[in-house]
């Protein structure tokens, strides 16, 4: 059985031994994402890293196709000790854990379409076999659950179109297909493990409108997690197509809300106290940009940096007022051409690296 009450309560350990050092307790958790390795040393070696940096929570995803790729209650053993000793470790280091599940297999969804959603029983059975799981070798070794990975987006709900007015958001009417899969799931947890937080949403920017259909689903979760990336300027704007700064917003342009970073996590806020829901915390379980030159990227490793800098000002002065329990920057390394790394790909520092340990508690 897992030991807290409740969610404030489990994480009040790290809240605590941050005033045991010395450091001020600060008013949110800072951390990253921690992307799947093909070496099981090397996926350990970056929560090494992260925790070097500073970072006090890290975002684990679990391959759910990889880990029962065959049929229901059929778990691969080799990558389940795999993900038992990412859980293990992060615990070893100090560090929060939050369980991302995604990439439902084949006989889960009926199509071999890594996005494709899964029957929500489906999902639901196998989050709660696998936190029960992971969580026998220690009570403490899971932090969170987050329930999927965007579902407002196309790239993570099937094969949609995108919603008439945006570019990559689902129509509002898959909002009550993932309200299927978010209650189902919830209702697993809370009769294996009560206590388990449960993150709802996971969306893709501050997606309000997609946010207010999914409550009139009848969505249950205990906090919400959102993913505040701020979008493009236009290319003869000042940024000429690098990303917004995360205190900016170009609200004339109709494709630019919801990716805000500032103005976006407002509108949410302000919704959900308008509405009665003043109490549920905000996981900010992804933010960042690029250090590329694309579209939508800092433009630099130097400009990603700036955007770190002012996103952890936002954060120091609005967390309390926003209700922010945890914030994630994506990701800790570059891969296979994402730049959204603070490090390179060769393990070395970006700037950006030496802004989050500088700020980090």
Known sequence: MRKGSTMAAALAVLLFAACRSGAPPPPYLLGVHVAETEAPAAFLARLDRAAALGARVVRVPVDWAALEPEEKGTFDSVYLSEVRARFMHAEELGLSAVLLLSQSPPWA???????????PEHYADFAGALVRLVAAVGPERVAAVEVWNEPNSIEFWGNVKPREGTYVLVPLDHAREYAGLLNATYDAMKRRLPELPVL??????????????LFEAGARMDALALHPYAGPDERDGPHHGFAQYPNQCNEEDPLSPP???????????????????AELELWLTEFGVASGREWGEAGSEEEQARHLAIALDLLEKHAPRWK????????????????YGLLREDGSEKPAARVFRERAP
């Not at 805000?260 to 302000?270: H, V």
């Not at 922010?324 to 730049?339: H, N, T």
Request: contains cysteine.
């Open 259 to 277: 990716w805000c970073f500032e103005g976006g996590l407002d509108w949410i806020r302000e919704w959900l106290d308008e509405t009665g829901r």
């Open 324 to 339: 922010v329990r945890a914030a994630l920057w994506y990701r800790l390394v570059d891969e296979g051409g994402d730049r």
């Open 109 to 119: 969804s009926g199509s071999d379409d890594p996005p494709d959603p899964p029957r």
């Open 200 to 213: 709802g949403g996971s969306l893709a920017g501050a997606d309000l409108e997609y946010l207010k259909a």
